[in-house]
């Protein structure tokens, strides 16, 4: 059966652009969450959607981030003005129902800001 | 803020021989859980440990959660290369994940 995927699996940005990366949970998750992965480091918590509703953005570095999921499947993070502090990987993860379950990963975007 | 701390950071040893890493909280968490990340993948769940003191063994892997469900263990025996991999601790409070940031073993042949 299909997994969480993710794409692009590689971007390379220059500083200032503007950049999507796209997560397609597992079907019929109810659940989707998005780390941030440094180098080096574990992933850290960047928000948490629940259907279409964002009910956590707490982990959003600051408001160049932004993430939607608009029909409750697909979703997309979108970073506005690249930074170099950006350059990690970004992982999707969704959950059958409200999000205490076992979390399925994506394989990550490599985001590299040059 | 809830911090967990993974030691060793790096670890490289031989086939066949036994290791343990460590996963230490400054917190409490409802449950904890060990993954293994191989390069160029997401992290993948082996366990999940919500009772202090419980142990669990999954093959080779033995599992332990303290007793006052702040700290854990991860003891592998026999290790094999395929063993190799970042391993890494997560906290549960809820539906957040709080991570460690990883041991990364090196098992060669």
């Known amino acids: 059966g299909a997994g969480v995927s993710q794409s692009p699996r590689y971007k390379v940005a220059k500083r200032g652009q503007d950049v999507a990366l796209r997560c397609d949970p597992i079907?019929?998750?109810?659940?989707l969450f998005w780390y941030q992965q440094a180098l080096g480091q574990g992933p850290e918590f960047l928000t948490y959607?629940?259907?279409?509703?964002?009910?956590?953005k707490s982990g959003l570095p600051s408001d160049r981030f932004f993430a939607e999921r608009p029909e409750g499947s697909v979703s997309t993070l979108k970073i506005q003005r690249t930074q170099q502090e950006d350059s990690a990987v970004y992982l999707c993860?969704?959950?059958?129902?409200?999000?205490?379950?076992?979390?399925?990963f994506g394989p990550g975007t490599r985001l590299l800001v040059l | 803020t809830q911090l967990l701390e993974q030691s060793p950071q790096f670890l490289s040893i031989q086939e066949g021989e036994n290791l343990t890493v460590y996963c230490n909280s400054s917190s409490v968490f409802s449950s904890l859980q060990w993954y293994r990340q191989e390069p160029g993948e997401g992290p993948v769940l082996l366990v999940t440990v919500v009772t202090g003191g419980e142990v669990k063994k999954l093959k080779r892997l033995t599992f332990q959660f303290g007793d006052a469900r702040k700290d854990s263990s991860l003891h592998i025996t026999a290790a094999q290369p395929g063993d190799t991999g970042l391993y890494l601790c997560?906290?549960?409070?809820?539906?957040?994940?709080?991570f460690g940031k990883g041991t990364l073993l090196t098992v060669n042949p």
């Open positions: 993860a969704s959950t059958p129902l409200a999000g205490k379950e076992t979390q399925y």
């Open positions: 959607f629940q259907n279409e509703a964002q009910l956590d």
């Open positions: 079907s019929g998750h109810v659940s």
């Open positions: 997560a906290g549960g409070s809820n539906y957040k994940l709080t």
